[in-house]
């Protein structure tokens, strides 16, 4: 089996470092200085479940021309998303799985339209990872489990074996027939999260600590509840208050990676998130007063 993980982050260089420690076939695709980095001194994870050193990798800084693979892992933003699907279609020229590890809904919508001869997968990440400034991978707490799944909730056979597999070496990836209704879960708290934290520029503890804040943030999370039964998303339990009883047990200095990056004066996800809930009611006429203020606030001083 043959891999490409695009993106060498936290998620792609946490997967792969797994995959690579245990003899899987993988190629990763990473630019600038990280290119230079795992080129020169390999992959490194550091976690509380396993350090991982990878000391050589093979690593291209575009995707390879008419090579063949039977799964690609895209981690990268999604504001590089569409380019990169543009060069899969060019240089990748059999059908492989492409799953994508982005916030929101936006990447397997796209790839539906975008790649309709291939079967659409659906990704969601439940871990909290990112590249140090010594550019190795640094999971944080004992959390890494990764749920994929076809988007149309069939059975998919190449993907159901790769998860078995790569469950065998402890890469907690789980395949999941109803994968559209974990996306969506994620995404109520996420564009909430994102959203709320980088407008008050606080972490989800003081957000919560205030009626106003913890309102907004609510309200929020309803906007996109309301919008996701708008495509046939049905949930066995409210999403809202699934999240809301979550919420007491996180960190009370947790923060987005929005946030981190707006304060870092980084590009943000804004219009992949707030920005795609605010575009999406407006074509079903649904209100979503919150999502539209993150927005038009945010943009006014970033």
Known sequence: MKILVIGVGGIGGFIGSYLVNNNYDVTFVARKKRHIYLESYGLKLESELRQIYCPKVRVTQEIPEE????????????????????????KIKNKPLIVPFQNGIYAEEKLKKTLPNLDTIGAVAQISVFVDERQIVKHVG??????????????????????????????????????????????????????????????????????????????????????????GVSFKNNPVEFWLEKIK?????????????????????????????????????????????????IKKVK
């Open 67 to 90: 090579e063949f693979f039977d799964i690609i892992i895209n981690t990268v933003k999604l504001y590089d998303f569409d380019s990169v699907l543009d060069e899969i279609k060019k």
């Open 249 to 297: 047990k996180m960190p009370f200095n947790m923060t987005s990676s929005m946030h981190v990056d707006f304060n870092k004066s980084k590009k943000l996800e804004l219009d992949w998130l707030s920005g795609s809930i605010e575009a999406l009611s407006k074509n079903y006429n649904i209100s979503c007063p919150v999502h539209k203020e993150i927005v038009e606030e």
């Open 142 to 231: 004992k959390l890494a489990t990764f749920f994929v799944g076809a988007y149309n909730g069939q059975e998919n056979n190449l993907l159901q074996d790769f998860c078995e597999s790569v469950q065998k070496i402890g890469l907690k990836i789980i395949f999941k027939k109803n994968i559209k209704e974990k996306i969506w879960e994620k995404f109520i708290f996420l564009s909430a999260y994102s959203g709320i934290t980088t407008l008050f520029l606080k972490p989800i503890g003081q957000i919560f600590e205030d009626k106003v804040m913890k309102k907004k943030f609510t309200d929020a999370m309803l906007e996109t509840y309301n919008l996701s039964k708008k495509f």
